[in-house]
T-cell receptor
Framework: NAGVTQTPKFQVLKTGQSMTLQCAQD?????MSWYRQDPGMGLRLIHY???????DQGEVPNGYNVSRSTTEDFPLRLLSAAPSQTSVYFC??????????FGSGTRLTVV | RKEVEQDPGPFNVPEGATVAFNCTYS??????FFWYRQDCRKEPKLLMS???SGNEDGRFTAQLNRASQYISLLIRDSKLSDSATYLC??????????FGKGTRLSVIA
């Protein structure tokens, strides 16, 4: 049972490049979320999903897209990377009534 | 006002000390409450849920005061391994969990 798997663990992008951060869970959880964590800012919600085919915006959605075509996968797409998107990104999943399980994170640097 | 507020610390305490963290939340409709622990450069992990009657897990005690919208975490007999950031988390309905910015604890030998 792998839990929540995020790939890649590290990534360096050039300004303007696009990429997809992958998140997969094998626990059949309904709810999945993407957070970014910056020093002094805590965890900020980017996008979330309450089930396959359903997504919604969080606190800081600009510059990011998500989709949820299957229960297992919830990829986060950076459309045109900017230095302000340098951060640590965490994916998390949970079942109704249960707390979150987090992936190990993706450390992204945009130069 | 942020939905969840915590004292950022850092709290620097000697081994064996008792330390308490506080957290306030602004939305009275919040239904579930948690404390997470986050080690440096790692993902947050659930430490314990917080129940209305208060609950204890070994050296850790969590309390909830719904009237004051206040949550606390007490750590007794602090260990070096308790050094981490402690995140207060609230939740309601089908919305995502809301995290406080965390309180940093350093336990010193």
């Amino acid at each position: 049972n792998a839990g929540v798997t995020q790939t890649p663990k590290f990534q360096v992008l050039k300004t303007g490049q696009s990429m997809t951060l992958q998140c997969a869970q094998d626990m059949n959880h309904e709810y999945m979320s993407w957070y970014r964590q910056d020093p002094g800012m805590g965890l900020r919600l980017i996008h979330y999903s309450v089930g396959a085919g359903i997504t919604d915006q969080g606190e800081v959605p600009n510059g990011y897209n998500v989709s949820r075509s299957t229960t297992e996968d919830f990829p986060l797409r950076l459309l045109s990377a900017a230095p302000s998107q340098t951060s640590v990104y965490f994916c998390a999943s949970r079942q109704s009534g249960v707390s979150y399980t987090f992936g190990s994170g993706t450390r992204l640097t945009v130069v | 006002r942020k939905e969840v507020e915590q004292d950022p610390g850092p709290f620097n305490v000697p081994e064996g000390a008792t330390v308490a963290f506080n957290c306030t939340y602004s939305n009275s409709a919040s239904q579930s409450f948690f404390w997470y622990r986050q080690d440096c450069r790692k993902e947050p992990k659930l430490l314990m849920s917080v129940y209305s009657s208060g609950n204890e897990d070994g050296r850790f005690t969590a309390q909830l005061n719904r009237a004051s919208q206040y949550i606390s975490l007490l750590i007794r007999d602090s260990k070096l391994s308790d050094s981490a950031t402690y995140l207060c988390v609230v939740h309601r309905g089908n919305t995502p969990l809301v995290f406080g910015k965390g309180t940093r604890l350093s336990v010193i030998a």
